[in-house]
């Protein structure tokens, strides 16, 4: 194996293990934008190696693609972490003015019944 194989090969298993490492760490499971963050620095490092291999850098390649894609992949998964957050939230107010309509029928009901007892 060359000295530029054994780089690449010896890169992606040191990414896949710092992300493996940093994913253990977190200490729950993993949110939207650490996914994003995680997706986007494996496929940078991935589209780095193989265009720094076009140039005989793959290591330099993928380290930089790996560092871009980290930060685009987080940004990406921040404003999809944003989106469901916003959903959460949207469907709360839509249970409680469920349960408050649900209310208001029965108050209703009740009233209609007591109308047509007297």
């Known amino acids: 194996m060359t000295g530029n194989k054994c780089l690449v090969k010896g890169t992606g298993v040191a990414l896949v293990a710092a992300s493996v490492f940093l994913a253990g760490c977190s200490g729950g499971p993993l949110g939207t934008r650490e996914k994003g963050a995680g997706i986007g620095a494996l496929g940078g490092a991935a589209a780095g190696g193989i265009i720094g291999s076009a140039v005989g850098r ?6 930089i693609g790996g560092a871009f894609g980290l930060g685009a992949g987080a940004l990406v998964g921040d404003q999809l ?4 957050n916003t959903n959460y939230q949207q469907q709360q107010q839509i249970n409680r003015n469920q349960a408050e309509l649900e209310r208001q029928r029965q108050d209703l009901q009740r ?8």
């Open 58 to 63: 793959p290591g330099a390649g993928a380290a």
């Open 81 to 84: 972490q944003g989106h469901e």
């Open 111 to 118: 009233l209609q019944r007591q109308r047509t007892e007297y």
